[in-house]
C-alpha cells in the first residue's frame, strides 16, 4: 500500500536557521503531494501542495518540488520565525483517493 | 466561505457507551474524510464518503461507522468505546479526489 515516510522529530533551530524536513513516498500512479500544518490545539492547515512531478509548491515563504525520480517532497524554508514552531506532515492523495499521512514533525524555533 | 465544522468539540464519555460525531464540510465539497489523531499512533485514516457512498476504509474496526447524507454532512459513529479510542476526530473535506482536503478543529474524546 501507499506510504509516507518523514524525518523523524523533533527538530529545533533558532529563529532565522534554514528549514529542512525530508518527506519521501511510496505509492502507484501519480498521487499528488501536500504539506499540512498542525498548530497546537488546532486541525491541520494545507501549507502547500503539488500535483505532478516536478511542481513546485509554495505559501509562506515555504517549499516543497515534487520529485518523482527520487519520490520525495522535501519542505524547506529559508528563514524560520518561532511562529513557524508547529507539527508538520507530509501526505499524498492517491489516484483512487485514498490519503496517507506521515507521522508528522515537531519544529520549535527558539528566539 | 465558511470552514469545515466540527461538534461536539469536547466530549467524555464512559467505556461501553456509544458516541456520534458530526462534521459539516465546506460549501460545495462533497468528499467527507474522518481521521483519529493520537499521540502513539499519528493520524489514522478512518473513512471516507463521496456523494453518500463510502469510498475508502482504513484498518479500523467494526465497532467505527459513518455515514453522509444528501448535504455532505457526515456523522461518525463508535460504539461499545473503549479506553483506547480517546483521541482527537478530525474531519476533513474536499472537492473530490485528488483535491486538498481542509481540515476542522477536531472533536475531543475521552473515554473514561
Known amino acids: 500500500g501507499d506510504s509516507v515516510t518523514q524525518m523523524e522529530g523533533p527538530v529545533t533551530l533558532s529563529e532565522e536557521a534554514f528549514l529542512t524536513i525530508n518527506c519521501t513516498y511510496t505509492a502507484t500512479g501519480y498521487p499528488s503531494l501536500f504539506w499540512y500544518v498542525q498548530y497546537p490545539g488546532e486541525g491541520l492547515q494545507l501549507l502547500l501542495k503539488a500535483t505532478k512531478a516536478d511542481d513546485k509548491g509554495s505559501n509562506k515563504g515555504f517549499e516543497a518540488t515534487y520529485r518523482k525520480e527520487t519520490t520525495s517532497f522535501h519542505l524547506e524554508k529559508g528563514s524560520v520565525q518561532v511562529s513557524d514552531s508547529a507539527v508538520y506532515f507530509c501526505?499524498?492523495?492517491?489516484?483512487?483517493?485514498?490519503?496517507?499521512f506521515g507521522d508528522g514533525t515537531t519544529l520549535t524555533v527558539k528566539p | 466561505k465558511a470552514g469545515v465544522t466540527q461538534t461536539p468539540r469536547y466530549l467524555i464519555k464512559t467505556r461501553g457507551q456509544q458516541v456520534t460525531l458530526s462534521c459539516s464540510p465546506i460549501s460545495g465539497h462533497r468528499s467527507v474524510s474522518w481521521y483519529q489523531q493520537t499521540p502513539g499512533q499519528g493520524l489514522q485514516f478512518l473513512f471516507e464518503?463521496?456523494?453518500?457512498?463510502?469510498?475508502n476504509k482504513g484498518n479500523f474496526p467494526g465497532r467505527f461507522s459513518g455515514r453522509q447524507f444528501s448535504n455532505s454532512r457526515s456523522e461518525m459513529n463508535v460504539s461499545t468505546l473503549e479506553l483506547g479510542d480517546s483521541a482527537l476526530y478530525l474531519c476533513?473535506?474536499?472537492?473530490?479526489?485528488?483535491?486538498?482536503?481542509?481540515f476542522g478543529p477536531g472533536t475531543r474524546l475521552t473515554v473514561t
Open positions: 501526505a499524498l492523495i492517491s489516484d483512487a483517493g485514498k490519503s496517507t
Open positions: 464518503y463521496f456523494s453518500e457512498t463510502q469510498r
Open positions: 476533513a473535506s474536499g472537492r473530490g479526489a485528488g483535491y486538498e482536503q481542509y
